[in-house]
């Protein structure tokens, strides 16, 4: 009786282990099934993952502020927009409009607001030696203004200022100086650059609308070509003939060799210019490009310009020696 009651209580203790483990309607899986089961259920949360986008934590920023509309400070900037057209904006502290207005009295009440704008090309400003000047007239709310130059290639400096009634004028701010470029292609010419002989030929009658197809074309071309090796062709109203240098051998075996002068500058647009003590005409701009033909030895190539009222004049000879071994 007590083997039996041993064996009663052993089997009622595997028949509770199995009903806590598993409910009474499952039954137990085997072990290839439940690794096959958790596989599934790893691939399913890889590929839950494709369309998954965690939102990622990061720093919040402040969101910016408008620009002020002001900064405190006295300023005036000229920008150039294009050949013709300058740009400027500028600020005036109110406490400097005070101090004028303490200064100046009832005239500052009186007083134009103006934007003087100076040529000051080619020269070291000093607020009054400007080519020339002119004023716009502006209202007193204005902080920025575009401006018609009418001078491509020229230097410009701008004055903020008051005109008073007596027709004198106070600055309150001086602008930068900027350069406005030039309408064309440049007159500068590069020798880094230069181009053999038959090219420019080429090119020179293509720039006379003579195509490399054209009859009338070629003749320029050649014609261009013999003047460029016979050292005929210089600039308008400069004459200076020089013949190349050729050294020949025994065979049919030649080499020709000759140099040419560019001399560019400029000056004011209604000033006369004289090369060598003979006229030039000066391009709108007041620029001007030579081409000389340049023999052996030394040559002395005075530059004179004098202005319209023939009150001023400036002189300047370049000198270049050649020399061909």
């Known amino acids: 009786m007590a083997i039996l009651r041993k064996v009663k209580e052993k089997l009622k203790r595997i028949l509770d282990k199995k009903i806590t483990t598993?409910?009474?309607?499952?039954?137990?899986?085997?072990?290839?099934?439940?690794?096959?089961?958790?596989?599934?259920?790893?691939?399913?949360?890889?590929?839950q993952t494709k369309f998954s986008h965690p939102e990622v934590s990061r720093p919040r920023r402040a969101m910016p502020e408008d620009l002020p509309g002001q900064y405190g400070a006295d300023r005036i900037v000229l920008q150039?927009?294009?050949?013709?057209?300058?740009?400027?904006?500028?600020?005036?502290?109110?406490?400097?409009?005070?101090?004028?207005?303490?200064?100046?009295?009832?005239?500052?009440?009186?007083?134009?607001?103006?934007?003087?704008?100076?040529?000051?090309?080619?020269?070291?400003?000093?607020?009054?030696?400007?080519?020339?000047?002119?004023?716009?007239?502006?209202?007193?709310?204005?902080?920025?203004?575009?401006?018609?130059?009418?001078?491509?290639?020229?230097?410009?400096?701008?004055?903020?200022?008051?005109v008073l009634p007596d027709g004198r004028f106070i600055t309150?701010?001086?602008?930068?100086?900027?350069y406005t470029p030039i309408e064309g292609p440049s007159w500068i010419t590069d020798e880094e650059w230069m181009i053999?002989?038959?090219?420019?030929?080429?090119?020179?009658?293509m720039g006379f609308g003579f195509g490399r197809s054209s009859p009338v074309g070629k003749a320029w071309q050649e014609r261009v070509k013999m003047a460029l090796f016979s050292g005929a062709l210089a600039s308008p109203g400069i004459t200076s003939v020089t013949s190349p240098v050729k050294k020949e051998l025994g065979r049919k075996f030649w080499l020709v060799v000759d140099c040419?002068?560019?001399?560019?500058?400029?000056?004011?647009?209604?000033?006369?210019?004289?090369?060598?003590?003979?006229?030039?005409?000066?391009?709108q701009d007041g620029t001007f490009t030579l081409r000389f033909a340049l023999p052996n030895g030394k040559?002395?190539?005075?530059?004179?310009?004098?202005?319209?009222?023939?009150?001023?004049?400036?002189?300047?000879?370049?000198?270049v020696t050649r020399e061909t071994r």
């Open 22 to 47: 598993w409910p009474a309607n499952k039954k137990e899986k085997p072990k290839a099934e439940a690794k096959k089961e958790t596989l599934g259920v790893q691939e399913m949360a890889v590929e």
């Open 80 to 162: 150039v927009r294009d050949p013709w057209w300058i740009h400027s904006y500028w600020e005036v502290k109110w406490t400097t409009f005070e101090r004028l207005k303490r200064e100046l009295g009832d005239d500052f009440n009186r007083a134009k607001r103006v934007l003087r704008v100076y040529d000051v090309s080619h020269i070291v400003f000093n607020g009054s030696n400007a080519h020339r000047s002119f004023d716009i007239q502006i209202n007193e709310y204005a902080t920025s203004w575009y401006i018609d130059t009418a001078g491509p290639g020229r230097s410009w400096c701008l004055d903020l200022g008051l």
């Open 172 to 178: 309150i701010l001086r602008s930068n100086t900027v």
């Open 196 to 205: 053999p002989d038959d090219m420019f030929a080429r090119l020179y009658g």
């Open 260 to 283: 040419e002068l560019i001399v560019y500058g400029a000056t004011e647009p209604d000033a006369k210019l004289s090369v060598q003590g003979k006229p030039i005409a000066l391009r």
């Open 299 to 319: 040559q002395v190539i005075p530059v004179k310009a004098v202005s319209a009222d023939n009150v001023d004049e400036r002189t300047i000879t370049p000198i």
